[in-house]
């Protein structure tokens, strides 16, 4: 049972567009939400997160969303660049769960020059 | 600041063979750590979580064992390898407090022969 779901496996966009990578979760217990960026050979680097007393939470070109109603997500990059072009992993946590984090299986993103 | 050290980069081992990965964490006390691992084409799976030394908590039955001998110090072994064993094993600490974002190593791709 796969409790944090991006069901688009990929998404490419022009430079300067907006990208949009979207989060489905299943467990109404979740109550902190992440986004993670990796290149290949990497590990995943923290972008921004949320919890779930808030709706939105922004950080430069970088905005995140929850809606807590339909257990959804998403990740706004705004504009995109090329140095975007990378896998993007959502996740999520519960509280008294030793901050265990339930990752989707992540999205490709492509931004073209 | 804080940093986490991973390695080896990457490694092969014949079917049998035994294993030993290490993490180490600098600039901070008492994190949390975690074991993850990436098999191709699919999102990042934990293996193991630590609390504190010599606590270890196993997330799924597997040919794999995960030890904490010092407070920054994590270390994955495996006895004999299987060829299941292969992907990317990535290392992972937080601080030990709620609503925290996990920070990653580069992780070891391990290939078994």
């Known amino acids: 049972d796969q409790q944090v779901k991006q069901n688009s496996p990929s998404l490419s966009v022009q430079e300067g567009r907006i990208s949009i990578l979207n989060c489905d979760y299943t467990?109404?217990?979740?109550?902190?939400f992440l986004w993670y960026k990796k290149y290949p050979a990497e590990g995943p680097t923290f972008l921004i997160s949320?919890?779930?007393?808030?709706d939105k939470n922004e950080d430069g070109r970088f905005t995140v969303f929850l809606n807590k109603s339909a257990k959804h997500l998403s990740l706004h990059i705004v504009p995109s660049q090329p140095g975007d072009s990378a896998v993007y992993f959502c996740?999520?946590?519960?509280?008294?769960?030793?901050?265990?984090?339930?990752f989707g299986k992540g999205m490709k993103l492509t931004v073209n020059p | 600041s804080q940093t986490i050290h991973q390695w080896p980069a990457t490694l092969v081992q014949p079917v049998g063979s035994p294993l030993s990965l290490e993490c180490t964490v600098e600039?901070?006390?008492?994190?949390?750590l975690y074991w993850y691992r990436q098999a191709a084409g699919r999102g990042l799976q934990l293996l193991f979580y630590?609390?504190?030394?010599?606590?270890i908590s196993s997330e799924v039955p597997q040919n794999l064992s995960a030890s904490r001998p010092q407070d920054r110090q994590f270390i994955l072994s495996s006895k004999k390898l299987l060829l299941s064993d292969s992907g990317f094993y990535l290392c992972?600490?937080?601080?030990?407090?709620?609503?925290?974002?996990?920070?990653f190593g580069d992780g070891t791709r391990l290939s078994i022969l």
């Open positions: 996740a999520a946590t519960r509280p008294g769960g030793s901050e265990k984090l339930v």
């Open positions: 600039g901070t006390s008492n994190p949390n």
């Open positions: 992972a600490w937080s601080e030990p407090r709620t609503y925290q974002p996990q920070h």
């Open positions: 949320i919890s779930s007393i808030k």
């Open positions: 630590s609390v504190g030394i010599g606590q």
């Open positions: 467990n109404s217990m979740f109550d902190y």
